[in-house]
């Protein structure tokens, strides 16, 4: 049911080789004079390469030479290897091994790490936030999360009405950049969705066919899913996601109420063995879920994405966000749908790689 996406896919100047990637070899088996990062899952690679874009606010070309990533050239890829050895080091001999410290924890979006402390405009001593306090996280555990859970069935039309949708067609604008820019959403029950953005050099396609999925841009070949891609991709794809919430998670925690912009939202995080925690936000009030947060997991830190959702209509029954606003580390776009078809035949065609 939700709509949300990866819509756009960032590192677009990156190689061929560097994109088909067979998940089960390590990155020195796939990749040329990969020296620090040996040993992990080669389709984690690329995904580590964003969380560093992301941590330090830079493109892929600040350390590498474009269309020779092999190359050793540039002084700032030196940097980064010993930089991921001393985290490395840090987390092994101060943390137990545990992953505290990351590029992000220094750099915050910036090239040099901040040495002294920034007053932002307006900020708010952290333990002063509402929420911080150990007594409100307490209080937060022991509230349970089925009611929240239901509440937002109910508000979207109650099960049934969600059940009833077999298919979606979603016409729209995507605003990328100051552009505006034609996008369709095909989604088919239960869980094959396709967002195809109309660029003007050709389609930039996202896809999932319920058990992996592929993206494709113009002028380059299709790219397979790597895992943390697929597993966003499959909660998107759900069209009865709302109904699965309670089976997909092992664990749904309440916590300390939030604000997003002027308003309180309700939060519940689902906890699943072996992958990243899920941040949803509900509306306490309409019960309606207003942002999802979603992790990608990498050796060297997790890379957010965050989906609100808005402009919620009734359209066959179903309360549908008509918009939604997709944002990561590296930028941000929205989407505002204008036309949405239900239970029309979707070809499975829509799904499958070109």
């Known amino acids: 049911m939700v709509v949300a996406g990866s819509l756009v896919f ?3 100047s990156v190689p061929h080789d560097w994109a088909q990637v067979p998940a089960a070899k390590t990155a020195e088996n796939v990749f040329k004079n990969i020296q620090v990062l040996r040993d992990i899952p080669a389709d984690q690679l690329i995904p580590s390469m964003q969380f560093i874009t992301a941590s330090l606010g830079v493109e892929c070309d ?3 030479v474009e269309g020779a ?3 050793d050239d540039k002084k700032p890829k030196q940097t980064a290897r010993k930089m991921m050895q001393m985290m490395f080091a840090i987390n092994r001999d101060t943390f137990e091994g545990h992953r505290i410290v990351t590029c992000y924890s220094c750099h915050r979006g910036g090239i040099a790490p901040l040495p002294t402390p920034v007053i932002e405009e307006g900020a708010t001593p952290p333990m002063a936030k509402r ?4 007594a409100d996280v307490d209080d937060a555990r022991k509230l349970p999360a089925d009611p929240i859970l239901d509440k937002y069935v109910v508000a979207l039309g109650g099960a049934e009405a969600v059940r009833n949708v077999t298919s979606r067609i979603e016409k729209g604008t995507a605003t990328v950049g100051g552009r ?3 996008v369709v959403v095909y989604a088919k029950a239960p869980d094959k969705r396709a967002s195809v953005m109309n660029l003007p050099n050709g ?3 996202t896809a999932y066919d319920g058990q992996g999925g592929w993206l494709s841009n113009p002028g380059r070949p299709v790219r397979e899913m790597n895992r943390s891609e697929a597993e966003a991709a499959r909660l998107d794809a759900d069209l009865y996601l709302p109904l699965h919430l309670k089976q997909i998670f092992d664990e749904l925690r309440v916590r300390p109420a939030e604000r997003i912009e002027d308003r309180d939202v309700t939060l519940v995080v689902g906890m699943r063995a072996g992958q990243p925690p899920v941040k949803l936000y509900f509306d306490p009030q309409s019960g309606l879920l207003v942002r999802m947060v979603r992790y990608a997991e990498t050796p060297l830190g997790l890379n957010p994405t965050q989906i609100d959702y808005a402009d919620y209509r009734e359209h066959d029954g179903v309360k ?10 590296g930028g941000r776009f929205s989407i505002q749908v204008e036309q949405v078809e239900q239970n029309l035949p979707v070809d499975d065609k829509q799904f499958v790689p070109p």
Do not use: M, N, V, Y
């Open 69 to 71: 990533f092999e190359k």
């Open 180 to 182: 505006q820019i034609p």
């Open 203 to 205: 389609d930039s396609i």
């Open 320 to 329: 549908i966000p008509f918009r939604w606003t997709i944002a990561r580390p």
């Open 10 to 12: 960032s590192l677009a």
């Open 131 to 134: 929420g911080d306090s150990e």
């Open 62 to 64: 600040f350390c590498h």
